[in-house]
């Protein structure tokens, strides 16, 4: 994600509680030993009274503000008691606090006063700004169960990048509830030549985890417009624990966001899709404005030498990952996610500014849950002023974070070219010597020494932030006929189908989507960013052929191996050159023959004389082993396609 949010000026000076909390806090090893604490915060719920803790290392006194209701004044504040031992602020209240209002007001030693809502808020007024006490047994949907059994086969995951938004508002999804959680509940809608549209057709597609764009509150869209006069990708946090607003039928109703995003995360669980979340605990929108910098000025954040805020993240702020009580943070919402909201992922935007001990946390705590809940992120080798005792969760240190996948941008590149130059092309659009790139990544990284296991790499060709591939193909090849764009782009999603690793789609790739050449279209309009759901009709073959692609992909088990070792006794390149690539995988009672034909000439390549099972010709996949050619000495395939076959010995 590159969001270019709102650059913060640092030149600015600081004011004074903060550049005192900055001194006090630059030996964060000791003060990590004595003002740590481990145990529960935020407002801790029971029917009988509700405990509220806050962790604020610099404040001199804390006050809890209650509110008449959700949208009244200030009633009531109660000065909250510092308990030296668990080195946090406490105040408890007795009888049933569901639905109380209450934010915090905190002040320093310099006797500068903030208000600000609860870091560990699980419930929020609309756009967030106070915090509210929820009793989550009273969120949960009818037929609310458990979480789904664990996901047993992760070599068979699919991965489907969306957003709630895009998927549910265009006209042609005929969704009820646009834009709206609730919309991807919906089923039986269809697009206007009666195809299906939303929920049922991601179930129709084949795939097997639903990504969704943030659906943590964020900041931008205006919740209190409805519908909202602004759109957002979502990559500019303000309640981590807290669903959007903006996407609940009724963002004023503090618990009505909570209940709709589980309602969301049941239809699609009955439905068999699992859901990952895209989450963004790198950096927030505004760091002024957010309750790590109000409850603990200097702490959440990395700084510079003169005291400014680092932008390794293009954003204007990082998160400080490798300080404790961040890291606590990070883990304790991952934790939340997955088991009050029984979430199936966790997709971690800009994962290279996080250190590899919170990544390996996080895995850890999730484990707990359950071992098989997905987790990968964009492990880009961004700068960080991290000490050199610190490692960076990026695809460098992919082998010292077993069980975390990195976005695989090699194949990306490899297949279509520089991804920041739209002109730029790549194996399928005409580029020369791009073949071995294509084949080491292809074979799930085993010669990079950087990857324990295939599965660590998501294999994908394009995502939210990138051009579409289509758009793309379109402006890397002025004058190019339609039926060879269309060629490429099947012959690159075909190359992420049947690579080694986990295979991921942005919505709407297998009908070709456009974004009109917008990249970064984070802020876009929804005529930029919206499923268009009838464009599945233009592109048939190609949805038929992703769709087939998952089926082919689940029945043949060489197709995702699951360790570097099974690719290794597997599989042979017989020829990366010419923009061909010829691999063969061999195992004990058949081979597979794969020929990717980049060339715009029908190639005649020669095999072994025998009988042959047609498994992928001409961009159709053939699923039932009926269709057969006998070959005398070559084969031809038909120029920007690729052939499958598969002979028993
Ligand atoms: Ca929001």
Known sequence: MRNPLIMR???????EYYQEALMRLGQDSVFTKTRSYNG?????????????????????????????????????????????????????L?????????????????????????????????NGHRSVVVDLEQTKPEGWGARMSPWETPDKTVIYESHVRDLTVSKSSNIQHKGKFIGLTETGRVNDSGSPAGLDYLVDLGITHVELLPVFDYATVDETQQPPSAY???????????????????PFDPFARITEFKELIKAMHKKGLRVIMDVVYNHVYEVE????????????????????LTNSTGVGNDTASERSMMRKYIVDSVVYWASEYHVDGFRFDLMGIHDIDTMNAVREALNEIDSSILLFGEGWNLYTPLSNDVRAANQNNAKFMPGIGQFNDGLREAVKGNDFEITAKGYVNGAWHMESQVVQNFMGGVDFGNY????????????????????????????????????????????IMLAQGVPFLHAGQEFMRTKNGVRDSYNKPDEINQIDWNRQEDYRQSVNLVRDLIKLRHSEPLLRLKTHEEI???????????????????????????IINAQMNTLNVPLFPDEYIVLLKDHEVFL????????????????ISTLLLKRYK
């Open 9 to 15: 000026n640092n030149s600015q000076p600081q004011n």
């Open 40 to 92: 529960k915060l935020g407002a801790i719920y029971k029917k009988e009274s509700t405990e509220f803790r806050l962790w604020s290392p610099t404040a001199s006194q804390v006050e809890l503000l209650l509110y008449d209701d959700w949208y009244g004044d200030i009633h009531y504040s109660f000065v909250m008691q510092f308990d030296e031992d668990l080195q946090v602020f406490r105040y408890g």
């Open 94 to 126: 007795e009888g049933d606090q569901h639905g109380t209002t209450y934010a915090y007001r905190l002040t320093f030693l310099t006797g500068e006063q903030v208000i600000t809502n609860d870091p560990y808020a699980k419930a929020a007024t609309v």
């Open 232 to 250: 957002n990708w979502g990559y500019d946090p303000y309640n981590y624990n807290v669903p959007e607003g903006s996407y609940s039928s009724n």
């Open 289 to 308: 404005n957010h309750a790590f910098h109000k409850t603990a000025p200097g702490y959440y954040f990395r700084y510079n030498d003169k005291g400014h």
């Open 452 to 495: 324990n296991d295939p599965l660590q790499l998501i294999q994908y060709i394009e995502a939210h932030d990138n051009f579409t591939l289509y758009d793309k193909l379109v402006a890397s090849s002025p004058g190019t006929s339609i039926i060879t764009i269309e060629r490429q782009h099947m012959l690159a999603t075909t190359i």
């Open 568 to 594: 290794r006794q597997t599989m042979n390149a017989v020829r990366q050159d010419y923009q061909i690539v010829h691999l063969t995988y061999d195992s004990p009672e058949y081979e597979l023959i794969l």
């Open 624 to 639: 039932d082993e009926t269709n057969t050619v006998e070959i005398t000495d070559t084969i031809s395939i038909e120029f």
